[in-house]
Nanobody, 121 residues
Framework: QVQLVESGGGLVQPGGSLRLSCVAS????????MGWYRQAPGKQRELVAV???????NYADSVKGRFTISRDYAKDTLYLQMSSLEPEDTAVYYC???????????????WGQGTQVTVSS
């Protein structure tokens, strides 16, 4: 299987910045899309940003202009640069990736364990 490990969360004041990272590991053949999702207490998990294979990106309207998703294809690593953070951005942020792994090119769709982002003064 393919494992995803997020890092970079923490406590930040409103208006501050954080950079999240997500490293994929395993017998990866190909990763198609990688994305960031978040879930706030009492709310459903929602898409934050996604990077499709080939460089296309999509963002939730609430983060456009403030967050930037990027990807290092050589390192199977995904980043999320978050700026101008607001209390409403407080949530557990999860990394997701899908593609193929193993010699037999089995499909995978994996989630990380999540990293907490808290925006508060």
């Amino acid at each position: 299987q393919v494992q995803l490990v997020e890092s970079g969360g923490g406590l930040v004041q409103p208006g501050g910045s954080l950079r999240l990272s997500c490293v994929a590991s395993g017998n990866i053949v190909r990763i198609n899309a990688m994305g960031w999702y978040r879930q706030a207490p009492g709310k459903q998990r929602e898409l934050v940003a996604v990077d499709t294979s080939g460089g296309g990106t999509n963002y939730a309207d609430s983060v456009k202009g403030r967050f930037t998703i990027s990807r290092d294809y050589a390192k199977d690593t995904l980043y999320l640069q978050m700026s101008s953070l607001e209390p409403e951005d407080t949530a557990v942020y999860y990394c997701n990736a899908n593609g193929f792994y193993s010699w037999y090119r089995r499909p995978f769709d994996s989630w990380g364990q999540g990293t907490q982002v808290t925006v508060s003064s």
